[in-house]
């Protein structure tokens, strides 16, 4: 095993312990991330993917952090299968390198021109959409005696990156093949479900398809990837809709969190953990207030017009977490049954209690499931405590 991290906070790890397990008290809000948990979907996501001839690379840029949880994260998709990982952040990939990470890394935001020689040295692999930038690339991949791989993105409808024109990457695919010497083509892809929400589908991926045959009968060799999207495309995947072709899939959120596809997609899935980002909070207030606003109302905090739905007289808790925390207020979901989030502001969040199936008194600690935007923001917020958790049943 490489050295991905401190002997020592990796023994705290396996003890089951994390970095603050020998603490007398927590630094709360504590996000408690299960190891074991995403172990386990990263495996279900590559074996099912694996049956339809499909790679998966595990995306963490949704659990990045400068602390080890990225790191981690990153450990347990190689060991379940993915071929690589991706990420969006050059800084991030430079971190996890200076610690040792020494798997396949692709770079899945379309690179800065200002970040490209790190890019050539950090990274195996990019998402890419500008002639520009790869001849740049090949020029600094040659000066440090590289070889970079490319995946041009094609944009197939939803508007953020890629090629819109299928001539116009068909193009600058041969020129890459036929002209660039440090600067391997190593497929196309394309992203779908994030700016123009358009669903992953049988039209969208068969054109995709479609090109990247055409390349492949014009440079006479195989493309090693045509990579059909992200997580939104697992339902084809369990389906069995995916085109013939796809070969290769970057998964984030359905991996770490899981939470998407049954929450939004209302798939049941019950083969994945879908608590494996646990945030644990303290009450730091317990009152019976109205629960209509006393006065005239105007704006919040963030300069928002909200709208009071006055429901009499409630019980509740006032927890130290907030925005500054998760991002969002209602991205994060109540472990205890009967309690609901009312709102909150950058530090605060507001918990009615009334008709909680628990007895909670001031000091209490309340558990959250997070969503992808509470996990996103608590990974990276520097005032949340990282604790890591292999719980026994998970394989090894
Ligand atoms: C974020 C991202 C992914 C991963 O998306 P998930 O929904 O988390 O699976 C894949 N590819 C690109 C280009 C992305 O930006």
Redesign the pocket.
Known sequence: MSIYISEIVYNEIKKGGGPMSSATHENYPVLEINLGGIYHNAKTVVDMCKEKGIWVTG?V??TDSFENSYLEVARQMMRAGCNMI?D?RINTIKRMRELGFDAPVLL??IPMPSELEDVVKFTDAS?NSELETIKQLDFLAGQQNKNHKIILMMDLGDLR?GYIDDKELIKDALYIEKELKNITLYGIGT?L??YGSIKPDTVNLDRLVSIARTIEQRIGRKLDVVSG????TLPMVMDGTVPEGINHL?????I?NAR?LQDIWGLDLPIFRRNNYIIKAQIIEIKEKPSYPIGEIFVDAFGQKQTYVDRGTRKRALIALGKRDIGDIFSVCPCIGGTTVEGGSSDHLILDITDSETDLKLGDIVEFESC?CAMIHSTYSSSVTKKYIFPQDSEE
């Not at 999207?229 to 939104?232: F, N």
């Not at 970057?250 to 359905?254: A, P, S």
């Open positions: 995306v840029k949704g991706g969006s899945i935001r998402l990156e992203n479900g994030c999207g992200a997580t939104s970057r998964v984030g959120e359905g770490a998407d992808y």
